[in-house]
């Protein structure tokens, strides 16, 4: 299903996209091992990043749980966001990641809109979502898409800062 707004770009699509499957499953290892590499300050080897994947697993961004989007530009997959149901009335916003040559293009903007649109879809009226202190740029996104700082809601050991956006 592509939830790009009417207007857009065909050649760049935003879709729900089986997490299972081998798109997400290799969108899902280069966003870990950016981030991984980026907490560690190093790269990070293939053994380092399976065990990531392994203990951060993402099986709840499916239905009835919740979604996973791809962004693509001609066809390429570029970027994913996961949605996750956290309550009857709030999702969490998590896994956004677009590819180093995608970036500057709008596409983090783009899955960000499309993670809140099927998160309203979903019946979901607030999204929430948690970052880490060095990742300077997620900061500045949320902020710029009028996410707002928030007390913790999670004990994640990962997390220094969470934000909230009511989706109205």
Known sequence: MDIAPAGED??????????NGPVAADLLRRYYTEIVGRYHGRTVSAREVDAV????????????????????HGGEPVGCVGVRLLTARIAE??????????????TAGRLLAAAERTARDLGRDTMRLD??????????????????????????????????????
């Open 10 to 19: 065909l050649h760049r699509t935003v879709t729900v996209t089986p997490v």
């Open 53 to 72: 994947l392994a203990e951060e697993t993402s099986d709840d961004l499916a239905p009835p749980t919740g979604a996973f989007l791809v962004a693509r």
């Open 93 to 106: 916003l998590t896994r956004l990641y677009v590819d180093p040559a995608a970036r500057g293009t709008g």
């Open 131 to 168: 970052t880490r202190r060095d990742l300077v740029e997620a900061r500045a996104l949320y902020a710029r898409h009028g996410y707002a700082e928030i007390p913790p809601y999670n004990d994640s050991p990962y997390a220094d800062h969470w934000f909230q956006k009511a989706l109205g």
